[in-house]
């Protein structure tokens, strides 16, 4: 079956570097691709999402980019901080009927950010 | 406060007995589900319902049952849990199946242990 897959399962990095997060999706009908955060012992919290007709999209400190031609979507977390540590996780979505999308989850990236 | 609560955070039971992990969104969201995550295999989705009295399976449905009878509450129930339903359990809402505004809210999930 199709799938959603990461590159790295864990990245550590400097307080105050960027953070570049991968992920490769492999469902070649999903138009709508989500990240979103797991901090320990909390439920995923919704950080940015991009549609199949856009290449890259913009939030605080956020930047999500999307590669169609490769099927690969990157979250970009501008001057990490601590507060950024937790798993990361890609998402794609695709129609599944009338107006609901069923979502398909990455298995993660354990982002460190080291002081 | 919007928010997405799960009971019981944590449970431990014993095979075969029943239980009901309740879930309730105070978001007036029409779209529920649920999921479990396992290390190794990211989250699943066990059922979603796209309104009151509107449910269907996702993906690992097996040996789960759930009920929308209010907008509010999607209570999650294991008519007789086995070991292998132990997991980690999110409950999630969104305005409308994702099509809409895309924003799935998780709750903080309930750790259910099963001897």
């Known amino acids: 079956g199709e799938s959603v897959g990461l590159h790295l399962p864990t990245l550590s990095v400097q307080e105050g570097d960027n953070s570049i997060i991968n992920c490769a999706y492999s469902?070649?009908?999903?138009?709508?691709f989500i990240w979103y955060k797991q901090e320990s012992g909390k439920g995923p919290q919704f950080i940015i999402d991009?549609?199949?007709?856009?290449d890259k999209r913009q939030g605080q400190r956020v930047t999500v980019l999307l590669n169609k031609t490769v099927k690969h979507l990157s979250l970009q977390i501008a001057a990490t901080q601590p507060g950024d540590s937790a798993v990361y996780f890609c998402?794609?979505?695709?129609?599944?009927?009338?107006?609901?999308?069923?979502?398909?989850f990455g298995k993660g990236t354990l982002l460190t950010v080291n002081p | 406060e919007a928010q997405v609560t799960q009971n019981p955070r944590y449970l431990i039971t014993v095979t075969g007995k029943k239980l009901t992990v309740t879930c309730s969104q105070n978001?007036?969201?029409?779209?529920m589900s649920w999921y479990r995550q396992d290390p190794g295999l990211g989250l699943r989705q066990i059922y979603y319902?796209?309104?009151?009295?509107?449910?269907d399976k996702g993906d690992v449905p097996e040996g789960y049952k759930v009920s929308r009878k209010e907008k509010r509450n999607f209570p999650l129930i294991l008519e007789s849990p086995s070991p292998n339903q132990t997991s980690l359990y999110f409950c999630?809402?969104?305005?409308?199946?994702?099509?809409?505004?895309?924003?799935?809210?998780f709750g903080e999930g309930s750790r259910l242990t099963v001897l």
């Open positions: 999630a809402s969104s305005l409308s199946g994702l099509a809409g505004t895309g924003e799935l809210f």
């Open positions: 469902n070649s009908a999903s138009d709508y």
């Open positions: 991009i549609r199949s007709n856009m």
């Open positions: 998402a794609d979505a695709s129609q599944s009927g009338g107006s609901n999308y069923k979502l398909t």
């Open positions: 978001m007036n969201h029409e779209y």
């Open positions: 319902s796209m309104n009151v009295e509107v449910t």
